[in-house]
C-alpha cells in the first residue's frame, strides 16, 4: 500500500497521517468520527490528525497520508475548488465519507437557491470529480456512517485488511445508490429473504419493512442516496471473513 | 469444486443433542429460562406464525417460530441495539436472518455497535420459508383440501407439517420447492451457519435436536442447565439421526444448485456462485465463496 511506502516514515514518524476535509455537508459524518468515544483513543495511538477543521486550528492544508473527505463539491464555491486542488496535490491516499461524498447524498437533491449563498447550486461528489478520482480509493456508505463502521474501517486500514476494504473499494465507481437499488438488483432478482437488514439500515426510513408481503417497502422522496440500504443487504455482497468477537 | 458432504450441508458442529423440555417446546424453555435469570436481556425473533418480527424483553411473553416462516427479524435489530440499549440479545431465526446480522456486525453498516450486542445466535434447521398463503396452496397441492399448518418438523430425514386439525402431512422436498420464497431457492446455508445454534424441531412438541456449533452455545446450554437442571433433559444425539437429516438436506440443495445453473443460463445474476463479472458496484456480488463462515461474531 502506497501510504506505507518509504516517503511516508521517512521522517521516523511512524504514525498515519490523517486529515479530515468539509465540503458541502451537514458535518455529521465528522461528528460521526468524534463519535468512537473511547474506541477512538486507541486509534489515536497510531495516527496523527493533520488537520480537521472542526478539531485543529490549521487554515493550510498540510501533507498527509489519508484524507477522509465528507461533503459534496460546490463548483460554485472558490473555497471548494481551491480545497479540491490541494487535496490532490497533499493527500496520498482519498476516502469519500458518507453519503454526500461518495454518491452525492442529500445533495443531489438540492435545486439550489440556498440562502445566504444562492449562487451554490450544483454539488459534486469527488468520486465523480476526475483530478481526484485516481486518488480516492475508498467509499464509505451512509447518512451518517456508523461510528462502529468508521471504527472497523480505520482499523482495517491501519491493518491493511484487503478483504474487509474490498466493498468500499468498489463502491468508488458507484454514482446513483438509493433505495430502488433493494429493488431492481435484489427484489426483482429474486434475492430478497425479507431479513429486514436493509430498512434498519436506512437512516431515513426510506425503506420500512411491508409486514404484509414480507419485503421491504421503499418511499423515493425519503431517500437521500446515502447507499446503506444495499450496503449492508445480506445478498449484496458478503466476503465477510471470520473474526471471533468475545 | 462444491462436495455434498456433511462440512457443506450441515457444517461444523461440536455435539449434536436431543433435548427434552419436559412438556413445552424446549427452545422456547431455553429463552424463557435466559431471560428469567438475566443471561441474555432480550430476544429478537418473529411471531409463532412467522409473520411478524417480535423483540422480547421478559421471561413470560416469549414466543418463537413453530412454521417455517420467519420474516423481517433484523428490521427490528436497531430498535433492540440503539433505542433499548440491549446488550446481551439473543436472536432467532432462519440462516439469512444472520448472513444480515454477521454482515452487520462485521462491516458495522446499518446499525451501531451490533457486534458486541449480540450474546447468542440460533437458527432453526429451514427448508425454506414460505409465507401464510403459499402454506395454503402448498397443502391444497399435497392433500387436496384448505387447512392450516400449525407447525412444521423433521421425522426420519422427511419434512413433515402439522395441520391444524392434528393432520400430519409429509412434504416432498420437490414439491415444497415450488412454494417456498424465491431466494430460498438459491440458497445454500439450510442448517444455518455461522450461528452459535441450529434447531431442528422433531415430532414431538417437547423435543428437538440441538447442533451445538460454538464454545458460547456449548457454554450458554450449560448455565442454562445449571440454572434450573430438571427443566431440560439433554442426551446426545446419535449418528442416524444426523445422518437421516443429511439426506434430506442433499435432496434440498441438489434441488437449489439446479435453479442456481439455471440462472447462469439465463444470464441472471447468481448467488455467491461463480466468477462472473457485474457491473461496477456490484462486481463482487457473484465472488462465490462455499466456505461459508463456521465462526460466530
Redesign the interface.
Known amino acids: 500500500m502506497f501510504y506505507r511506502d518509504k516517503l511516508s516514515f521517512e521522517d521516523e514518524e511512524l504514525k498515519l497521517k490523517v486529515g479530515f476535509l468539509h465540503f458541502s455537508s451537514c458535518s455529521g459524518c465528522q461528528v460521526a468520527f468524534l463519535d468512537m468515544f473511547e474506541e477512538a483513543v486507541e486509534i489515536l495511538d497510531t495516527v496523527e490528525l493533520v488537520y480537521s477543521n472542526m478539531l485543529t486550528k490549521k487554515r493550510d492544508l498540510p501533507p498527509m497520508d489519508v484524507a477522509f473527505v465528507e461533503g459534496a463539491l460546490c463548483i460554485e464555491d472558490p473555497h471548494h475548488l481551491h480545497l479540491i486542488k490541494e487535496l490532490q496535490k497533499k493527500a496520498k491516499l482519498i476516502v469519500a465519507v458518507g453519503g454526500c461524498a461518495s454518491f452525492g447524498g442529500v445533495r443531489r437533491l438540492s435545486c439550489g437557491n440556498q440562502l445566504p449563498q444562492p449562487q451554490h447550486q450544483s454539488f459534486v461528489p469527488i468520486t465523480e470529480i476526475d483530478l481526484v478520482k485516481s486518488k480516492v480509493k475508498y467509499a464509505i456508505p451512509g447518512c451518517p456512517p456508523n461510528p462502529s463502521l468508521l471504527y472497523s474501517f480505520l482499523l482495517a486500514l491501519l491493518e491493511v485488511n484487503e478483504e474487509f476494504l474490498l466493498p468500499f473499494e468498489l463502491m468508488t465507481f458507484s454514482t446513483k445508490v438509493s433505495g430502488i437499488d433493494i429493488f431492481t438488483e435484489v427484489v426483482n432478482k429474486g434475492f430478497c429473504v425479507g431479513c429486514g437488514t436493509c430498512s434498519t439500515a436506512c437512516p431515513t426510513r426510506a425503506i420500512t419493512y411491508n409486514y404484509e408481503c414480507s419485503k421491504p417497502a421503499f418511499s423515493p422522496g425519503l431517500c437521500v442516496h446515502c447507499g446503506s440500504c444495499l450496503a449492508a443487504c445480506p445478498q449484496s455482497f458478503k466476503p465477510y471473513p471470520q473474526p471471533t468477537y468475545t | 469444486m462444491v462436495a455434498l458432504n456433511s462440512g457443506f450441508l450441515l457444517g461444523k458442529y461440536k455435539e449434536a443433542f436431543v433435548v427434552n423440555g419436559k412438556g413445552e417446546n424446549p427452545v422456547k424453555a431455553v429463552f424463557t429460562l435466559m431471560l428469567k435469570f438475566g443471561l441474555i436481556d432480550g430476544l429478537l425473533t418473529a411471531s409463532e406464525d412467522g ?3 417480535r423483540l422480547i424483553l421478559k421471561a413470560e411473553e416469549v414466543e418463537i417460530p413453530v412454521k417455517n416462516s420467519c ?8 430498535k433492540a441495539v440503539q433505542k433499548y440499549r440491549l446488550s446481551k440479545l439473543a436472536v432467532f ?2 440462516a ?2 444472520f ?18 450486542a449480540v450474546a447468542l445466535k440460533v437458527s432453526f434447521l429451514c427448508p425454506g ?1 414460505l ?1 401464510g398463503t403459499a402454506f395454503l396452496s402448498e397443502v391444497v397441492d399435497i392433500t387436496g383440501k384448505r387447512a392450516e399448518v400449525s407447525r412444521f418438523y423433521f421425522r426420519k430425514g422427511e419434512l413433515c407439517y402439522q395441520l391444524r386439525n392434528g393432520e400430519e402431512v409429509t412434504v416432498p422436498p420437490s414439491l415444497h420447492h415450488r412454494y417456498v ?7 445454500l446455508n439450510l442448517a444455518g451457519k455461522g450461528t452459535d445454534l441450529t434447531v431442528v424441531y422433531l415430532k414431538e412438541k417437547d423435543r428437538a435436536l440441538f447442533i451445538v456449533r460454538s464454545e458460547r452455545g456449548l457454554s450458554t446450554l450449560a448455565q442454562v442447565q445449571r440454572s434450573s437442571p430438571s427443566s431440560l433433559q439433554f442426551r446426545k444425539a446419535g449418528r442416524e439421526v444426523v445422518d437421516e437429516l443429511l439426506s434430506f438436506l442433499k435432496e434440498k440443495v441438489l434441488l437449489n444448485i439446479s435453479d442456481i445453473i439455471e440462472r447462469v443460463e439465463l444470464g ?2 447468481v ?2 456462485w461463480n466468477d462472473n463479472k457485474l457491473r ?6 457473484n ?1 462465490i ?1 462455499v466456505n461459508f ?5
Open positions: 409473520n411478524l418480527p420474516f423481517g427479524v433484523n428490521s427490528l435489530l436497531k431465526g432462519p439469512c436472518t448472513d444480515g446480522l454477521n454482515k452487520t456486525q462485521y462491516f458495522g453498516i446499518g446499525c451501531n455497535w451490533t457486534k458486541t420459508i409465507t420464497n424465491s431466494a430460498c431457492r438459491y440458497c441472471l445474476p448467488p455467491k461496477k458496484f456490484y462486481r463482487i456480488w465472488s465463496d463462515e463456521e465462526e460466530v461474531f
